[in-house]
């Protein structure tokens, strides 16, 4: 049990050291790594699904939708499942399942049957993270808990970048049913490390007996029609169709009767109490920011290349390999030793700080920009990503109270799954709007017929005289169009790095107002190397005297 002063230092370790401790947390890091990296590729390799299942563009942006949104429905509760059943039961068998389930996706005959696999797929993925951080304090020495989080953290940049690549490489080489079968070479090994890492326990009879179901199924249904409604609202108009509408009206609406749930329920599952903290506020709106920034990297440079430069994932993806995740990984080691003597918050606002310098970057970009014209901006987002989400990560968990981890938790998942998707609709929305504009004003010097558009035409078309006058005049038009429609997606672009350098400024701001820490395990020695190495050479120098 934790005494008072516990609670007030931050996360204890509360079951003890397991006798294989490290297994466990490697189960659950590999866990969380695998469901962000899935969930991207998934998403990158939609269109090849598309092709190999035969569907609509409707049926596969329905299919990445329900598999999500099943994620995002059980997410939320899986600490509090995890911590009332063990896990064991929540983490190993769900593996197995998954891989199961994974091996039988490409073999699926109808889209009813593609869409049910899609979402038990989608559950069984959503179990895989949740319970990280728990694990790492209840099982891990206090030492070790500063690496398995940079782990932790680090995975959103490492997956983005490595997603694209693996895409091309599964899709171009392997074959696209490696999209889902990796999950039969990885499942099984996780639920070998949860059963080797953690005793075996029993169920949690009072909490089971205290459950509040109601809170957690009106969460999880609240955020899955949310999530639903942001993710098909670009492709049905937004408010112009019913079932956006419905599905946003129906997500809020049962938001509100769980957050009603909460203040009258007499075992309340995620109290929203814990929010009413000013470092936590902060500290949540800053990993918003984090997760809005971020899509630089992972909306806007393989959306440029793809849109503007017409190049496939393969293609770029070695950009995003060298320049990505190399450095995420060779990194993280500094970023932890960083975080052990300088405080969180101007390691966070360093992060901050390369996001932004990324989007200045990206407002210098042309249509005549080529994967190797991106390699500094990547770079720059490769150390926002590293020394960003952890030291925001740390400034949440040295405020919050121990004794309410399992709301906490459930928040978090807001942040981690519905913000990243709220980014990803703001991110799609501006681009598309942005484009717009762009190609409205553009055209109108077009259509004005100014000098130096006539001159641009009777070029084009004398160049295509050999098809005839008037198949000449008419290709000369399209390729104007085509350069319009081109111009206006490199602005939109710029405009979207623009965007995500005052959000990186907005980060900034939530920065300064987060105030230091109550001490605990992760408050900062500054300087203590230089002090200890001092130490140590007057102990010596003494001695020799």
Known sequence: MMSS?????????????APQPLFAVAAVVLGSIFTNYDTRLIGYGISDLRGAFSLSFDEGAWLYTASVGSQIFVAPAVV???????????????????????????????????MALSIVYGLLLGTFVPATFMIIFRHLPTKWWLWA????????????????AAVGLF???????????????????????????????????????????GGMLLFGASLSMLYAGLDQGNRLDWLGSGIVVGLLVGGGT??????????????????????????????????????????????????????????????YGSLLLAYGALPILTLTPLSVVILRHFDARWVAAFGLSTFAAAGLL????????????????????????????????????????????????????????????????????????????????????????????????????????DHGADVASARAISVISGTVAREANVFAFIDGFSLCFWLAIAGLFCVCWITRAPPGPFTPAPFGLAKALLRRCGVRLATHV
């Open 254 to 315: 049962l938001f509100i009767a769980f957050l009603v749930n909460e203040v009258y329920a007499r075992h309340p599952w995620a109290n929203i109490d814990v929010l009413f903290r000013r470092n936590i506020g902060f500290g949540l709106a800053v990993a918003l920011f984090y997760t809005l920034t971020s899509l630089s990297n992972s909306v806007l440079v393989p959306g440029f290349l793809g849109t503007v430069t017409l190049l496939r994932p393969e293609q």
């Open 149 to 164: 989080i940079a782990l932790y953290a680090v995975r959103v940049g490492l997956t983005q970048d490595v997603g694209l």
């Open 362 to 465: 990206g407002m210098q970009l042309t249509h005549d920009w080529a994967p190797a014209d991106f390699r500094a901006i990547v770079l720059l987002l490769s150390v926002g990503q590293v020394f960003t989400l952890t030291p925001t990560i740390l400034t949440l968990v040295a405020n919050s109270d121990s004794s309410r981890a399992t709301a906490f938790s459930a928040y978090i998942q807001v942040i981690r799954v519905v913000g990243a998707e709220v980014g990803v609709a703001l991110m799609t929305t501006w681009l598309r709007v942005r484009e717009q504009i762009h190609s409205y004003y553009l055209g109108l010097h077009v259509a004005e017929g100014n000098s130096e558009v006539g001159h641009r035409l009777a070029a084009l078309a004398g160049q295509l005289s």
């Open 5 to 17: 002063d516990d609670d007030r230092r931050g996360p204890i370790s509360l079951g003890g050291i």
């Open 171 to 213: 899709t171009a080489d392997i074959g696209w049913q490696w999209l889902y079968w990796q999950g039969v070479v990885i499942a099984p090994p996780m639920a070998l490390l949860v059963y080797l890492g953690t005793p075996p326990c029993r169920i949690n009879r009072d909490l089971l007996h205290n459950a509040d179901w």
């Open 80 to 114: 509090w499942l995890v911590t009332t059943f063990g896990l064991r039961r929540i983490l190993a068998v769900p593996s197995m399942l998954f891989a199961v389930v994974s091996y039988a996706i490409p073999f699926a005959k109808n889209y009813e049957t593609l």
